[in-house]
């Protein structure tokens, strides 16, 4: 599970600016999933992508927040005008592209956004 | 209504206990996947079991054990002999068919596991 990759590890912002997280899944994998860990509470489902396409983003919020995988280069997790109740560490997990997948996910070390 | 319940939200034992972290699940669904994950300090969250809803037997592996009944909804976790190193927090998961086409796992809040020396 160490194949996936999310950069930065830390990122710290302002309100109101832009934050970028990336997602590398691991080497054959085609599913990625985007959760969010706030202060004592468990992890949060945002988004689940395949290439080119947004498969569920229910546990998105409506505004500012958005998700793409394109078919080359990372995922990308994109918060527009943060705000301090952004800050929280952000997870990216893969799974392969498996008729069997049954969820069983394989996550990155986490992008930890602090909001000033 | 929380689909995970991960009743205890911190746990402290000394080393060599046995430690037990209760899960409680809620779903509709005949099918489903129940897992556990442990984060430890550095934050990457690692598989440890997967455990399908037609598959009651319990698994042991090492020191780790897992006791699933459907008759309570529950997927129990038990250390045995703990030692500093399972130091982490503990998340037990809940995996459903979604209306996109597949699984996605719920968390529960985990459990907060302190092994003192």
């Known amino acids: 599970n160490a194949g996936v990759m999310q950069n930065p590890r830390h990122l710290v912002r302002r309100r109101g600016q832009e934050a970028r997280l990336r997602c590398s899944p691991m080497?054959?994998?085609?599913?990625v999933y985007w959760y969010r860990q706030l202060p004592e509470e468990g992890l949060k489902f945002m988004v689940y992508l395949q290439k080119e396409n947004i498969i569920d983003e229910s546990g998105m919020p409506k505004e500012r927040f958005s998700a793409e995988f394109p078919k080359e280069g990372p995922s990308i997790l994109r918060i527009q005008q943060v705000v301090r109740g952004d800050s929280a560490a952000y997870f990216c997990?893969?799974?392969?592209?498996?008729?069997?997948?049954?969820?069983?996910?394989?996550f990155g070390e986490g992008s930890r956004l602090t909001v000033l | 209504a929380q689909k995970v319940t991960q009743a205890q939200t911190e746990i402290s034992v000394v080393e060599k206990e046995d430690v037990t972290l209760d899960c409680v699940y809620e779903t509709r669904d005949t099918t489903y996947y129940l897992f556990w994950y442990k984060q430890p300090p550095s934050g990457e969250l690692v598989f440890l079991i997967r455990r399908n809803s037609f598959d009651e037997q319990n698994e042991i592996s090492g020191r780790y054990s897992w006791n699933f009944q459907k008759s309570t909804s529950s997927f129990n976790f038990t250390i045995t002999a703990s030692q500093v190193v399972d130091s982490a927090v503990y998340f037990c998961?809940?995996?459903?068919?979604?209306?996109?086409?597949?699984?996605?796992?719920?968390f529960g809040r985990g459990t907060s596991l302190i092994v003192h020396p």
């Open positions: 998961a809940l995996s459903e068919f979604a209306s996109g086409g597949s699984y996605i796992p719920t």
């Open positions: 080497k054959g994998h085609s599913h």
């Open positions: 997990a893969s799974s392969p592209l498996d008729e069997t997948n049954t969820g069983e996910l394989f």
